[in-house]
């Protein structure tokens, strides 16, 4: 049943996105997609917050918004998240570290991923 939960959740946040995707506004600054990772990091430290007691926000409600929607929205919501999570544990350089080496493997893992199309191409 969790699964179905994730789904639709998935489902929602994908529509999301896709919706603000759509807005005709289209400036040099990546603004769109700024403010999808913005409106995704908001929502899931708002039910980070609200999960953190079971009696406000039941598992199948955290799986439809922070795994559902939030995943579907934005990854980066996540990334966020544990980000902030390994800095409020005072594990500055793990914390550091990760962020660090993620925005670094993902770009590189753009341009290896993009260097591999042409290949097959």
Not at 5 to 22: C, N, P
Not at 54 to 67: G, Q, S
Not at 73 to 92: A, I
Request: hydrophobic fraction near 50%.
């Amino acid at each position: 049943m969790s699964y179905l939960f994730v789904a639709l959740g998935g489902a929602v946040g994908a529509t999301g996105r896709y919706a603000i995707s759509l807005i005709p506004f289209k400036p040099d600054f990546p603004a769109l997609t700024f403010l999808t990772n913005l409106l995704g990091a908001l929502l899931i430290g708002l039910v980070a917050g609200l999960a953190e007691d079971r009696d406000r926000l039941p598992e199948n409600a955290v799986l439809f918004w922070k795994t559902g929607v939030c995943g579907g929205f934005t990854t980066f919501s996540t990334f966020s998240l544990e980000s902030h999570q390994l800095m409020q544990e005072n594990k500055y350089l793990l914390g550091t570290g990760y962020m660090v080496i993620s925005v670094i493997c993902c770009l590189a893992g753009v341009y290896i991923g993009k260097r591999i199309a042409v290949i097959f191409s």
